[in-house]
C-alpha cells in the first residue's frame, strides 16, 4: 500500500473510531543476537552516533556479563531465539484464531473492546485513541511537559536525553539492563518542568500505545524541581505476546521537592519472562512512589529502587503480587539511604494459588552517611492452597549513626473464622475467599486510578473462580 | 521448659527436645566471633525456643546464623535474638525459617531486635522465610533502633550521666526478655550475662 493512501485510511479509521493501521515495516533480521542486528536498529531509528556506539558497547557487556546466580531458573532463556527487531508486518500475520482460549475468556469477562482485545493479544500492532491523546498533548505542551516515545525525544530533545540517558541505570548494572541497552526500542520519555503539577496520570488516556510498549522498552522520566505527577503503566487485562522474555529498563529523576508516583500494573500472558530494572533516583526533599502490580508473566524478577541521594529524599513501594499455576512472582523493593534524614517505607503483600510461588526479596542500605534515617519494610504472604509456597528474602545493611529500621513479614492462610463467617451470611466459598482476598490487597489497591482498581479487583475474582474448591 | 545452653562451638545441628529452651550467650571478650545453630523438627508435636543474647562492643565482629527446618506436621519454634551493640561492633545475622510441604500446622516465629547504643556500628539482618505449605502460622520481625532520645533526656534531666542512663535504657531492653523466661536457670544464666 503507498503511504499516501496508508495515510489517508488511518485519518479515516482516527476521524471514526480514534484508532489507526500501522505503518508497515519492511526490516526483517531473524533470530538472535548481533552487532548487525543492534546497528540496524540504530540505523533504522535513524539514531546519532554516540547511541548506535552506546548499543553496540552495551552488547559487549551483554556478552561479558553472567546470567544472575541467585532466584528463580532462567535456564530456558534462549538468546538465539528471540527476535530483537520486530517488524509491524509480522504482527500482524498473527489471528485471533492463535490467542489463547483462555485469554479470550478473560477479555471477554472483563468486557474489554474488541478493538483493545485485539492489540493486547498482539493482532494489531497499534491501538491509538487518536482523539484523546490529541488533546490531552495539547494540554501537556501548555505546560511545557515532554511526554513522547524514546525515538521522538532522541531526535528532538537530543541534548536532554543524553544528560539523563543510562545514568542510574548503566549498561553494565546487570545482564538484562545491559541487553536493554543494546535492542532498546520503544517506552516513553517524560519531562516535566519545574513546579509544574500534573493534574491527571499520564498514560491513562491511551494506556495501551504500541510506540510506548515492546519487548525491551525503555523509559526515562525527570521530574524537575517542585514538580508533580503520576505516570501510569501497562493494562489490568491480559497482554499476549509470542515473544518469551520482556527486559524494560525504568530510570526516574525526581529533584528537589518533586513528587512522582509510578504505577505499573503487569499482567502479560503466562509464557514471557518478565525482567525488569526499575530505579529512581531522589533528591533533597524529593518523594518517589512505586506501586506496583504483578499478576501475569510466567517468571517476574522486579525490585523497584530508590537512591535517596539527598538530604529528606523519601522513598515508597507499594507491591501487590499474584501468582498462580505454576507462576513465580520474584519481586520486592530496593531503598539505598545514601544521605542524612532520609526515609522510606515498603509495604509488599502476596497471594500464592493453584501452584504459584511468590518471593519478596528486598533490601534496605543505610550507609554510613545516612544519620537519622529510617526505614519500614512490611511484607504480608497469602497461600491459598497446599501446591503454593511462599517466601521473603529481606537484606537490611545499616552503618548510619541513628538509623530506625524495622522489617516484619507474616504468612499465612485464609482464616477458617472469617471464611465460615461470610458463609455463614450466604456466600459461597469462592465468593467468601475472593472477598477476603479483597480486603487483604486493599491497601494497595486503593492507591491505584478508579478505572485500574475496578478491572483489578474483577480481574481477581476472574482468577479465583478457577483456582479455589 | 528445660534449658540447654549452647556453648563451646561454633556450630550446632540439632534436634530439638521438647519444651527446650535453646540459649546462646555471646561472649562479651571476644573480638570475632561465628554461630551457627541449625535445628531441624523431624518429629511432630515438639515446641521449642531459640534465643540468642549478645551485648557487642570493642569493635567485635560476630557472624550469627540460626536455620529452623519444619519438615513434619505440628512442630512450633520461637527464635529470638536480642542484641546490644556499641563502640564500632559489627554483626551479620542470617535468620532462617523453612517450613516443608508435609509440615502442616506449624507454627514458626523469629524475632530479632538490635540496640544500637554507641556510634559506628554496622548491623546486617536477613530474615528469610520460605513457606511450602498453607496450614502454617510464620512471621518475622527485625527492628535496629537507637536508644530513645526521649528515654535518655528524661533520664539526664534526672541527674544521670550519659553513659549511666544509657546503661539504664541497655538494662531495661533486656529485661524484656527475663521477664518472658519463666525457667530459672535460664534467667540466673542471662543474668549473670548482662552483669
Redesign the interface.
Known sequence: MKKSNLKKLNDAYADRFGFSMPEKSLINFGFGLSEKVIAAISDAKQEPTWMKEFRLQSLQTFYQKKMPNWGPSLEEIDFDKIRYFIKDTDIEKRTWNDVPKEIKDTFDRLGVPQAERDFLAGVKAQYNSEVAYSSLQKELDEQGIIFCSMEEALQKHEDLFKEYFAKLVPAADNKFAALNSAAWSGGSFVYIPPNTHVKRPLQSYFRINAARMGQFERTLIIADEGSNAHYVEGCTAPVYSEYSLHAAVVEVFVKRNARFRYTTIQNWSGNIYNLVTKRAKVFADGVMEWVDGNLGAKTTMKYPSCFLVEEGAYGEMLSIAYAKNNQIQDTGAKMLHLAKNTSSKIIAKSVSIAGGRSNYRGLVYVS?AASNSKSKVECD?L????K????????????G?????????????IEEEKLFYLMSRGLNKIEAMTLLVAGFIEPIVKELPLEYAVELNRLIELEMEGSVG | MQTVLLQNQKEFSLEPKQNTLYLVLLDKESSIGKIKVDLFFKKSNLNCQLLFIGILKNKSNWYLESNIKHLVPKTSCLTEVYLSQSDESKVDYLGQILIEQKASQTKSFLKEQSLIVGDAVYNRSQPVLEILNNRVKASHSATSSRLNEADLFYLMSRGFTKSEAEKILQEAFFNKILDSIKNKEAKKMIEDYLC
Do not use: F
Not at chain 1, 383 to 386: A, K
Not at chain 1, 389 to 398: C, S
Open positions: 554510613k504472604a497461600i491459598l492452597d497446599s503454593s509456597a511462599t517466601a521473603t528474602y529481606p537484606d537490611m545493611k545499616i552503618a549513626d541513628n538509623a530506625s529500621v524495622a522489617h516484619e513479614a507474616s504468612v499465612s492462610e
